[in-house]
């Protein structure tokens, strides 16, 4: 008599974390004794080999170099709520093996056949491995099965530590809890304070390390810069780059570099010419290209303003861009332009703080 084997494949992805599972079982020769059935999330419905979702899922196609079929579920805290989702499938066989996606930050599930639990999935690896034994079912008997994959709502001790590195503006208020804490640390002097004076001014630096928010620690670096004329510029950033006495002028410089960025390059984008919040397309495709396009743009006028600038004209990107658009329309290249712009060159770039 020949046995017969269920083999479930299956990809979905949920970002409670995020973890995709295929549900399968090892492959087979042709003469084997065992036959392999191979059934997509997209199989959905309430008979046997299909899939059911409880409330929570989002589906989603399109990806056929990520998951089984190029579709998926997937969820968020923000689409279940407070119910976490779970998935069944129903099968005839004596046999079933998960597959799925381990990723940074994966969650746990607790996995249940015929309604009797048998394992946790731990689906948390530090570096994405795809296609991964999840979980394998021992010998079942050769009848109809269900097994049920639910969120737990726990997780790994590791999972989301995406070794992600921020420097960002720190404003007064903003983490009420945070800045209290911060407060109170400078209340009573426990802050690391240095001053020193150069061509910009006189300059009071002060940081502290590992403020709890949350499940999180912050580090703040401040610097309040006064000028000749008793101007006093506070720049300060929350940051979870350590600091210490050897590099909190350094840290400080990377903030301020930061801001730059963001104030230079995307104040600019949105407010100065290029405004980059309107829709020019409704063509998915046209807007990215349009949206590179300005980025190519944005990038050759910073060159072009900081070349100008070496020259001593002091010339907006505005005032530039008008000049640019109207060489463009008017004038004609003479062969001496021509050799010039064929003729290699290089604009560099020096910052310093």
């Known amino acids: 008599m020949r046995k017969k084997l269920l083999v479930i494949k299956k990809i979905f992805i949920i970002v409670l974390s995020v973890f995709m599972i295929i549900i399968g ?13 191979v059934v ?11 899939f059911t979702f409880s409330n929570g899922w989002v589906h989603e196609g399109g990806f056929p170099d990520l998951f089984e079929g190029g579709d998926e579920h997937w969820t968020t805290k923000a689409v279940f709520g407070e119910s976490y989702p779970s998935f069944s499938l129903k099968f005839l066989g004596n046999k079933v093996t998960l597959y799925g996606h381990r990723v940074n930050d994966g969650c746990m599930a607790d996995v249940y056949i015929d309604d009797v639990k048998v394992d946790t999935i731990d689906y948390y690896r530090n570096g994405r491995l795809n296609k991964d034994v999840l979980y394998q079912s021992p010998d079942l008997e050769n009848t109809l099965h269900t097994i049920r994959v639910v969120l737990n709502g726990e997780r790994n001790e590791n999972a989301g530590e995406n070794n992600w ?28 304070r240095y001053n020193e004076s150069d061509k910009e001014g006189k300059k009071n630096y002060e940081y502290y390390n590992e403020i709890e928010y949350r499940d999180y620690k912050i580090n703040i670096v401040e610097m309040r810069l006064t000028d ?20 909190y002028k350094k840290r400080i410089g990377e903030g301020r570099r930061r801001w ?9 984008l949105k407010n100065h010419g290029y405004n980059i919040k309107h829709a020019y397309s409704y063509n998915e495709n046209a807007m990215k290209v349009h949206t590179v396009l300005q980025l190519i743009s944005h990038l050759i006028m910073q060159l072009v303003e900081h070349y100008e600038r070496t020259k001593g004209r002091f010339e907006t990107i505005k005032e ?7 060489a463009l329309r008017n004038k004609v290249l003479s062969a001496k332009d021509i050799r010039d712009i064929n003729r290699p060159f290089q604009i560099r770039r020096e910052i310093s703080y």
């Not at 079982?25 to 059935?37: F, G, K, L, R, T």
């Not at 208020?173 to 009573?188: F, M, S």
């Not at 730059?260 to 600019?268: P, Q, S, Y």
Request: charged share 30%; net charge negative.
């Open 25 to 37: 079982a090892p492959q087979v020769n042709a003469n084997s004794d065992y036959m392999e059935i």
């Open 260 to 268: 730059k960025g963001e104030n230079k390059g995307f104040n600019d």
């Open 320 to 326: 530039l861009g008008y000049k640019i658009k109207e």
């Open 165 to 192: 590195k921020y420097m960002i503006t720190y404003k007064e208020g903003v983490i009420k809890t945070a800045d209290e804490y911060y407060q109170t640390a400078k209340e009573h002097n426990d802050t690391h």
């Open 40 to 50: 997509n999330d997209s199989e959905v419905g309430d008979d046997v080999n299909q």
């Open 228 to 247: 000749e004329e008793g101007k006093v510029t506070k720049f300060a950033y929350a940051t979870n780059l350590n600091i210490t006495e050897n590099n």
